[in-house]
């Protein structure tokens, strides 16, 4: 990036850009469409310029409903708080790890 952008909407375009042209790798025809989703919702979210703080609400209020549920899905709709514990567990290592990979390839590009 040689200009980064300037503000948090210019910032939501650039991620859902950026994470078109560099899909992750899903399992599933769904995760595909739900990755599609999230790109929607940033671009959607710039275009409104929606406050970032309020985007962080909307989807920690989405996620455990959603988290929940698959794991109920796996369970004959009983909520199996281990389960949960520890998919929670592992989407708090996931966003740590990736924050960290970030982190190193922007530390790298201000060191060239």
């Known amino acids: 990036m040689s200009?980064?952008?300037n503000n948090p909407s210019e910032w939501l375009l650039f991620i859902a850009a950026t994470a078109e042209k560099h899909p992750l790798d899903m399992i599933?025809?769904?995760g595909k469409r739900l990755q599609?989703?999230?790109v929607e919702f940033f671009r959607s979210a710039a275009l409104d310029q929606s406050d970032v703080l309020d985007l962080h609400a909307d989807l920690l209020t989405l996620l455990p409903r959603f988290h929940n549920g698959l794991v109920q899905a796996n369970h004959r709709?009983?909520?199996c708080r281990r389960c949960a514990a520890r998919y929670a567990a592992m989407l708090f290592d996931e966003i740590i790890q990736d924050a960290?990979?970030?982190s190193a390839r922007q530390t790298a590009e201000r060191k060239h």
């Open 28 to 30: 599933t025809p769904a």
């Open 3 to 5: 200009v980064p952008p």
């Open 100 to 102: 960290s990979e970030l």
């Open 36 to 38: 599609d989703a999230l």
């Open 77 to 79: 709709g009983t909520v």
